[in-house]
């Protein structure tokens, strides 16, 4: 804890996180948006089947496999895609205030953020199966 | 009925849902789960895993509008996403074990329990400000900018936040929700924040907190793809005209039928949640 004026305000920084998130948001949605075309044209008139649990393949529950799923133009996989971003963006927000705080020397809330983020990237990265 | 008109319909509930939820404060996300669950007859498990994608949407989206007003404590809101997010990692474990009976009745209690609080409405903090040792040490103290300038305050309580913080995160995990009645029990009441800027900051929180037990769904194959877009694009467009709508004011008429529907759909979230058929 130092009494100089840090390099970047708190105010300034929640700024730039709530542009972060807004941008998030729009892009995920549009990415849906376009998902959900595709998918609709396609399988708009089959009959839907959510009353008993299957869980996803495989391909849409894995970063990789969403990634490998959407590139391949699949409805589900383009709206999987945008839904991963759209879980990203929290993740980035984190990540951002890591950086933040590196600038602000603020070695308590480098760590608080460290676990923050951590926590985030292990479930994504399928560490609670 | 077909995929297209089931998406019609789901995404015009969700935006209804979100609608309310933003106009009565009261959070779109609680009345998501029990909407797919019980109107439209998806297992819990995918209404759970769509209704966290839409949690973590508006989240979001709400910061667009509270950024500019400067309430939110970005330190206070880092400190205890650490309780929340390691909730919503456990949260999202237990749901994979226990039965989704369990969760039902679980989930309808929640429900209760935010009706309650939605017509009780927010007592104010009327005890002392004294600075709390805990809170200065973490640099938690901070001013939010009120009609004459900025306000300074303490917060208190740091232990008892923090654990009731880490149920919120819980919560959130296992029924696919904000949480915000939790939260709003440990910010407002306990740790005593003044009421805007806990508002804000918990908003902040529920993005990442929901992010948490994200991955986890996603990577079980909860999220459904074809469920959760009309879920999330209908609650994210009815946020965004329910918070336009009506800033400031809150209608009380509103808040009070929005909190008689959740009273009903708690019980039931509970009575299918017994008799097995959720």
Redesign the interface.
């Known amino acids: 804890?130092d009494d100089k004026k840090p390099a970047i305000s708190?105010?300034r920084?929640?700024?730039l996180?709530?542009?972060l998130?807004?941008v998030?948001?729009v892009v995920?949605?549009l990415i849906?948006?376009i998902?959900?075309g595709l998918?609709?044209k396609r399988?708009?008139?089959?009959?839907?089947n959510?009353?008993?649990?299957y869980?996803?393949?495989?391909g849409?529950?894995?970063v990789s496999g969403i990634i490998k799923e959407a590139s391949s133009f699949s409805?589900?996989?383009i709206?999987?895609f945008g839904?991963?971003l759209?879980?990203?963006?929290?993740?980035m927000?984190?990540a951002f205030?890591v950086v933040a705080f590196i600038i602000q020397r603020?070695r308590?809330?480098v760590g608080?953020?460290l676990?923050?983020l951590s926590?985030?990237l292990?479930?994504?990265?399928?560490?609670?199966? | 009925m077909d995929i297209a008109l089931f998406s019609l319909l789901t995404f015009l509930g969700s935006t209804t849902a979100g609608f309310l939820g933003a106009l009565t404060g009261l959070g779109g996300g609680v009345v998501i789960v029990p909407l797919l669950a019980l109107v439209f007859g998806v297992d819990i498990r995918y209404a759970i895993g769509a209704s966290l994608v839409s949690v973590i949407a508006t989240s979001s989206g709400a910061a667009a509008a509270y950024v500019k007003e400067g309430f939110s404590n970005i330190r206070l809101g880092m400190f205890l996403e650490m309780a929340t997010t390691f909730g919503a990692f456990l949260g999202a474990a237990l749901a994979g074990m226990i039965s989704t009976r369990i969760i039902a009745v679980i989930f309808g209690m929640v429900l209760l329990y935010s009706a309650y609080l939605s017509v009780r409405g927010h007592p104010g903090a009327g005890a002392v400000d004294v600075p709390d040792f805990l809170a200065n040490s973490l640099r938690l103290d901070a001013a939010y900018p009120g009609s004459l300038g900025l306000v300074p305050y303490h917060v208190h309580a740091i232990p008892t936040g923090f654990s009731l913080m880490f149920l919120a995160g819980t919560l959130s995990g296992l029924l696919g929700i904000g949480s915000g009645a939790v939260k709003v029990l440990a910010m407002d009441q306990a740790m005593r924040v003044p009421f805007k800027v806990s508002t804000t900051t918990s908003n902040f929180m529920i993005g990442v907190t929901a992010a948490a037990s994200a991955g986890v769904y996603l990577n079980r194959g909860y999220i459904d793809p074809g469920l959760a877009m009309p879920v999330m694009l209908g609650v994210v467009l009815g946020s965004l005209a329910g918070s336009r709508v009506l800033v400031s004011s809150r209608p009380r008429l509103l808040r009070i039928i929005f909190a008689g529907v959740i009273l009903i759909l708690g019980f039931e979230m509970i009575y299918n949640g017994i008799t097995g058929r959720l």
């Open positions: 804890m708190d105010a920084i929640d700024e996180i709530g542009g998130l807004i998030g948001v995920s949605s849906v948006l998902g959900a998918y609709l399988h708009g008139t089959q009959l839907p959510y009353h008993v649990f869980g996803e393949p495989s849409l529950r894995s409805g589900r996989g709206i999987q839904l991963l759209l879980i990203a963006t929290p993740v927000r984190v205030a603020d308590i809330y608080v953020t676990i923050v926590v985030l292990f479930s994504l990265a399928g560490g609670g199966r």
